[in-house]
């Protein structure tokens, strides 16, 4: 432990270690996010050439498409019911950690502090997110969702 003033630093060890927990969660989260827009994007891309084929009278290129928008919604089904979110992150890309901490002297106190203000603001933020997540349900909605939840609310349903 290293002291500056009154307050008093974990070890390097310490802070590297929690700096790396939270950049790999950071990273398991946004993959995730990631992973979910991409999907989007491919089924929006399949339902485009599938309305273009059905103008073109292309059933055989419908049937296609069709079987390749089933593939991918059993696959994106099996990835949610496998409950990504409890499993234990580890992080890929290592280059950020690296940068933070390759030049650090282990007595250096001042540096520490950084690091350690850093692996504060991380928690800290990742916290923030899930109780504004948490507490506010319609934030990271999409519009389609959000008009859904409301008509439900009223006691209507929204036609497929």
Known sequence: MTRIG???FPAFKT??????????IIEHKSSIVHFQKT???QI??????????LKESNQSKVQDIDEK?????KTKQDIDNANVEEVKPELKDESLLHELTH?????????????SNISNFLSSQRVYNELLERYNPGLTMNQED?????ANHVGLQVPE
Request: hydrophobic content about 35%; proline content about 0%.
């Open 44 to 53: 929006t891309l399949l339902n485009y050439n599938r309305i273009n084929a």
């Open 15 to 24: 802070l590297h270690h929690a700096l790396k927990q939270e950049l790999s």
């Open 146 to 150: 959000k008009v859904k939840r409301t």
């Open 6 to 8: 009154s307050k008093v």
């Open 103 to 115: 030049d650090i002297n282990h007595d250096d106190k001042y540096k520490l502090n950084h690091l």
């Open 39 to 41: 999907f989007e994007k």
């Open 69 to 73: 928008i089933t593939q991918l919604q």
